[in-house]
């Protein structure tokens, strides 16, 4: 989908930079953990009204974005067809595309497919495990594990091609880029990835490096920013605005228009709870095979460049235990500056494309 609304000749360019336009990303629920009422405590009730798929599309196009990414099963009240049309309805008044979430590929994922697709989605994001911070374990039996994968994987090739879906495979801190290409190359054209821009550093990979592996692979991305404190055992990963921790966006974008133009974007911000990446402990290095260290060596820079003093304060109102109102507007404050910051970067592109 194009950033903005085609003119009276079928260009794509506004004759004013300024002129309010569709941006060229959208936004993901998992921006808003608590908001949607996927992050719980014991100690604290659940919020009583959670941002709905309703109220994610009324966020977007309020916004002017130009998709949303949704887990259908949590945002929505049923999986009925009346649901189903509405949602698809909702959706084309407000010109807005749709990203299914479905999480971890599974005995489900199959049902949920043609829901997804009766939902007008066309990319649908799965996970393949709920690992974190790199911390794989034992290596052979995450190969075993991966296996097992690769053939739910391409179990459900007919039925993708059936529903004219694919299947975008996300770095969720636990697959490598080489891990992904196999997979991909493994299923077929209706295998991709879900890249999410910042995901590479918790398994000791750059960013760039790792799109630029991935390529035309990349159907989806998260937006993600993380700022970078350094520990004892390697580096803790926290969620900030987008423009305000590692990421070049500038330089991300322009990479990925190049390796994967057609991808959908959306911004998803993510954890409420800082990532630990224990690099630098010999039992974090068990669920990996052996490597070059040349290939952390850019991984490692681009953590150096980045990493915030120490003593800088790092956990978030969630983790600090702070009342839910703060929590939730610790994640709205946080996603409006992401959209401001892109949205800056645009009409910096329309600008230079016209002069």
Same mark, same amino acid.
């Given at each position: 989908?194009?950033?903005?609304?085609?003119?009276?000749?079928?260009?794509?360019?506004?004759?004013?930079?300024?002129?309010?336009?569709?941006?060229?990303?959208?936004?993901?629920?998992?921006?808003?953990?608590?908001?949607?009422?996927?992050?719980?405590?014991?100690?604290?009730?659940?919020?009583?009204?959670?941002?709905?798929?309703?109220?994610?599309?009324?966020?977007?196009?309020?916004?002017?974005?130009?998709?949303?990414?949704?887990?259908? %099963?949590?945002? %929505?009240? *049923?999986? @009925?067809?009346?649901?189903?049309?509405?949602?698809? !309805?909702?959706?084309?008044?407000?010109? %807005?595309?749709?990203?299914? *979430?479905?999480?971890?590929?599974?005995?489900?994922?199959?049902?949920?497919?043609?829901?997804?697709?009766?939902?007008?989605?066309?990319?649908?994001?799965?996970?393949?495990?709920?690992?974190?911070?790199?911390?794989?374990?034992?290596?052979?039996?995450?190969?075993?594990?991966? *296996?097992?994968?690769?053939?739910?994987?391409?179990?459900?090739?007919?039925?993708?091609?059936?529903?004219?879906?694919?299947?975008?495979?996300?770095?969720?801190? *636990?697959?490598?880029?080489?891990?992904?290409?196999?997979?991909?190359?493994?299923?077929?054209?209706?295998?991709?990835?879900?890249?999410?821009?910042?995901?590479?550093?918790?398994?000791?990979?750059?960013?760039?490096?790792?799109?630029?592996?991935?390529? @035309?692979?990349?159907?989806?991305?998260?937006?993600?920013?993380?700022?970078?404190?350094?520990?004892?055992?390697?580096?803790?990963?926290?969620?900030?605005?987008?423009?305000?921790?590692?990421?070049?966006?500038?330089? !991300?974008?322009?990479?990925?228009?190049?390796?994967?133009?057609?991808?959908?974007?959306?911004?998803?911000?993510?954890?409420?709870?800082?990532?630990?990446?224990?690099?630098?402990?010999?039992?974090?290095?068990?669920?990996?095979?052996?490597?070059?260290?040349?290939?952390?060596?850019?991984?490692?820079?681009?953590?150096?460049?980045?990493?915030?003093?120490?003593?800088?304060?790092?956990?978030?109102?969630?983790?600090?235990?702070?009342?839910?109102?703060?929590?939730?507007?610790?994640?709205?404050?946080?996603?409006?500056?992401?959209?401001?910051?892109?949205?800056?970067?645009?009409?910096?592109?329309?600008?230079?494309?016209?002069?």
């Amino acid at each position: 989908m194009p950033p903005y609304p085609a003119s009276d000749d079928g260009s794509h360019t506004p004759s004013d930079p300024h002129t309010k336009r569709r941006a060229g990303f959208g936004v993901a629920a998992y921006t808003f953990p608590y908001s949607c009422g996927f992050a719980q405590r014991p100690e604290q009730p659940r919020i009583t009204r959670p941002l709905d798929a309703w109220g994610l599309i009324d966020l977007a196009a309020a916004h002017h974005l130009s998709s949303v990414e949704l887990p259908l %099963l949590s945002t %929505l009240p *049923d999986l @009925s067809a009346s649901t189903i049309k509405r949602l698809r !309805m909702e959706l084309a008044e407000r010109d %807005l595309s749709l990203v299914v *979430d479905i999480g971890v590929v599974d005995q489900a994922t199959q049902g949920l497919l043609p829901v997804a697709a009766d939902a007008g989605g066309r990319v649908v994001r799965v996970m393949l495990s709920t690992i974190l911070e790199g911390a794989r374990g034992d290596f052979a039996t995450w190969t075993a594990y991966l *296996d097992e994968m690769r053939q739910r994987i391409i179990e459900l090739v007919p039925i993708l091609e059936e529903h004219d879906l694919v299947l975008a495979l996300e770095n969720h801190q *636990d697959a490598s880029s080489d891990e992904l290409l196999a997979l991909c190359e493994a299923g077929g054209p209706r295998i991709g990835v879900t890249f999410d821009v910042v995901n590479p550093l918790a398994v000791g990979e750059e960013p760039f490096a790792f799109a630029r592996k991935l390529g @035309s692979f990349i159907r989806n991305v998260h937006l993600k920013d993380y700022q970078i404190f350094a520990t004892p055992s390697g580096y803790r990963l926290v969620r900030c605005a987008l423009g305000q921790g590692v990421i070049d966006w500038r330089a !991300m974008r322009a990479l990925l228009h190049e390796v994967a133009p057609g991808a959908f974007l959306h911004i998803e911000l993510a954890a409420l709870y800082g990532r630990h990446i224990r690099l630098l402990e010999e039992e974090w290095w068990r669920g990996y095979p052996p490597r070059d260290v040349r290939e952390v060596v850019p991984t490692l820079r681009l953590l150096a460049g980045h990493v915030q003093p120490e003593g800088h304060p790092w956990q978030t109102p969630w983790e600090r235990q702070a009342p839910g109102e703060e929590v939730a507007a610790y994640e709205m404050e946080q996603f409006e500056a992401s959209v401001r910051h892109l949205q800056a970067l645009e009409t910096m592109e329309v600008t230079r494309q016209l002069t």
